[in-house]
């Protein structure tokens, strides 16, 4: 049974940093594309950041030059490691796996039930 299971997730400060991860488990393939997106409340979910099936990273904008995707394959996990969060990356962060790369959440087969991001003073 495939399964993802976020962690990481707490009440930081503007301008602080988290670690999100993601333990994977129950794929028989190796060559996974990997994602984070996130969902803010009243919006639509978005991505942040993705590791294609060869394990290149690729970052949305906004992500970019904050936050870094790694994966360790000897554990099973996929991180994301988010520095100078702002007020607004607060949302619900979500671990995705599937065959390939794409920025649309409709694209992405497995998804983890999610790990809460919030940043605030």
């Known amino acids: 049974q495939v399964q993802l299971v976020e962690s990481g997730g707490d009440h930081v400060q503007p301008g602080g940093s988290l670690r999100l991860s993601c333990l994977m488990s129950?794929?028989?393939?190796?060559?996974?594309?990997i994602g984070w997106f996130r969902q803010a409340p009243g919006k639509r979910r978005e991505g942040v950041a993705f590791l294609n099936s060869i394990g290149q990273p690729f970052y949305m904008e906004d992500a970019r030059g904050r936050f870094a995707i790694s994966r360790d394959q000897a554990k099973n996990t996929v991180d994301l490691q988010m520095n100078s969060l702002r007020t607004d990356d607060t949302a619900v962060y979500y671990c995705?796996?599937?065959?390939?790369?794409?920025?649309?959440?409709?694209?992405?087969?497995?998804w983890g039930k999610g790990t809460q991001v919030t940043v605030s003073s």
């Open positions: 995705t796996a599937g065959p390939y790369y794409s920025t649309i959440p409709g694209d992405w087969p497995y």
């Open positions: 129950g794929f028989t393939s190796d060559r996974l594309a």
